[in-house]
């Protein structure tokens, strides 16, 4: 049960966004500028950095969320979300992904823990330096959106088949206000 | 050392927020309405929950910077540092020592946010919204403290520097400056 009553009945981030709209408006502007940019790195890059951080924080909700809308920009190739969330080091991704999940990895834990060496490494395998901004940022605001979603206790939609609908909404038509005052995808 | 090119005369997140101004823009205006915005909660109180979750996250350029916020809007140093040591016999009302002991929680993670610990903080005034924003707030800092040290930003260690800063939060708040922050090169 939620830690407050949201007074709607949405699944995850969506229950919160309808409950403060005048905060969801900004949060929603900064997913969709770092989610669905497409200056250097990809969409489905981005989404993987946000699939990977969730999985580490341990939000069910967020990580199979974006890994599903990952999945849609990756055509459908799942095997690669997989993949990432074993060990991404072996990952059938690009050296400069892998760096950059180096990164993203560091700032989950602490903005702290990424190194000099961390950031050479990604640097070598063809980071730009707004591919590392994007990186830390990505990764930095899923600590938010993921500690929002559970801190709240938000509900966490059990059906599995629910996850790929809500991911093709994002996919068309991106992140904002849409997505919880439409009526949701069945 | 930044580990990006970042300008010099800004140190900390100003240099950020001025390096990619489009994810700046709804970054500031979340934190704008979450910390000056209408609520139940004072500004003060708003910014010891900055603290107290900068803190935790050993982030020395926010924890100076909401230190010296929360410092000048409650007109006195000692709770700040008191709130920093332990919240449990900090001079703060009960109800806050349970917001800010909620947003503590959320600093080491969403799942740490007990039901136990939500309750207290009904029985002791809280309203659905302040938890709400609480959680968000604990939340956003986590995000800030982040972007701060995972780009190795700069913190001044002079303590003038976060006083004006804390002078600057009170009186701008988090909007971006009309006028930008080319006038503060001289200074630097």
């Known amino acids: 049960m939620p830690h407050i009553d949201f007074k709607n009945d949405l699944p ?26 497409d200056e250097g790195l990809t969409r489905a890059e981005r989404e993987l950095i946000a699939t990977y951080v969730s999985y580490l924080n341990d939000c069910f909700y967020c990580h199979h969320s974006h890994g599903e809308i990952a999945c849609i920009y990756l055509d459908g190739d799942r095997e690669i979300i997989d993949q990432v969330r074993n060990d991404f080091s072996t990952a059938d991704i690009s050296e ?91 | 050392m930044p580990y990006i090119p970042l300008e010099e005369h800004l140190p900390g997140i100003t240099g950020l927020l001025e390096y990619r101004k489009d994810t700046a823009a709804p970054i500031r205006e979340l934190t704008q309405f979450l910390l000056r915005g209408p609520s139940s909660l004072t500004e003060g109180e708003r910014e010891l929950i900055a603290t107290i979750v900068s803190h935790r996250n050993e982030c020395r350029f926010c924890t100076a910077a909401h230190t010296a916020a929360a410092d000048i809007l409650l007109e006195e140093e000692e709770t700040s540092a008191r709130v920093k040591q332990d919240i449990a016999t900090a001079p703060v009302s009960d109800k806050m020592k349970a917001l800010l002991t909620i947003a503590a929680l ?7 946010v007990t039901p136990e610990s939500i309750e207290k903080a009904k029985d002791l005034g809280a309203t659905d919204i302040e938890i709400h924003d609480t959680v968000l707030i604990a939340a956003l800092f986590c995000l800030y403290n982040r972007y701060v040290d995972g780009l190795s ?13 804390g002078e600057r939060l009170k009186n701008h708040g988090y909007n971006r400056l009309p006028q930008g922050y080319d006038h503060l090169k001289k200074k630097a």
Do not use: W
């Open chain 1, 12 to 37: 995850g981030i969506r229950s919160a966004l309808a409950y403060s709209p005048e905060t969801a408006a900004p949060l929603g502007v900064l997913a969709e500028i770092l989610l669905r940019s």
């Open chain 1, 96 to 186: 400069k992904l892998k760096g950059l999940l180096r990164i993203a990895g560091k700032v989950q834990q602490s903005g702290k823990a990424v190194t000099t060496d961390d950031v050479v490494h990604a640097k070598n395998s063809g980071a730009t330096d707004k591919d590392i901004h994007d990186t830390v940022l990505i990764a930095a605001a899923f600590c938010m959106f993921n500690r929002y979603v559970d801190g709240l206790a938000t509900t966490t939609p059990k059906d599995m088949s629910s996850y790929p609908l809500r991911a093709k909404q994002v996919a068309e038509k991106g992140y904002g206000n849409h997505i919880y005052t439409e009526k949701q995808p069945a």
């Open chain 2, 106 to 112: 959320v600093q080491q993670g969403g799942k740490y």
């Open chain 2, 153 to 165: 930003t700069v913190a001044p260690t002079d303590p003038g520097f976060y006083k004006g800063l």
